[in-house]
């Protein structure tokens, strides 16, 4: 059987730019879909996630560069709040400004958040809230 893609193009990661001859950039879906993955399945503390965005967003992908990503975690650094979280939205606002901080922000924290949540009332710590509609 025959491929119809051209030999060495099978993923996006090699895809080159018509401009910089590396990797083409990533849509916004690709980045968000990255961060929801990173955000369900990373394992470790902020030291570790920014380690495996790192390894990644600049060394496997190509999707930023070292310097953008050593600034990111250098701002990261001076703000509070945990480290890998102000790497993630330092990604976003990268790909789109400030319309790119939310949701970034959303997908890589949000589900952290809910597992959290869960097993709090799960273990009888939190109870669930009854919302009234009249």
Known sequence: MTSNTPEG???????KSPHSGGPAP????????????LGTLGFGGPIAVVGYMQRDLVQACGWISKQDFLDGVALGQTMPGPLAAQVARWVGYLKRACAGLLPVDAVAVCPCCASRG???VRRGYLRPVAVNAG
């Open 9 to 15: 193009e099978g993923t996006a990661h090699t895809i």
């Open 26 to 37: 990533p849509g916004f879906a690709s980045v968000l879909r990255y961060f929801l993955r």
């Open 118 to 120: 869960q097993a709090a």
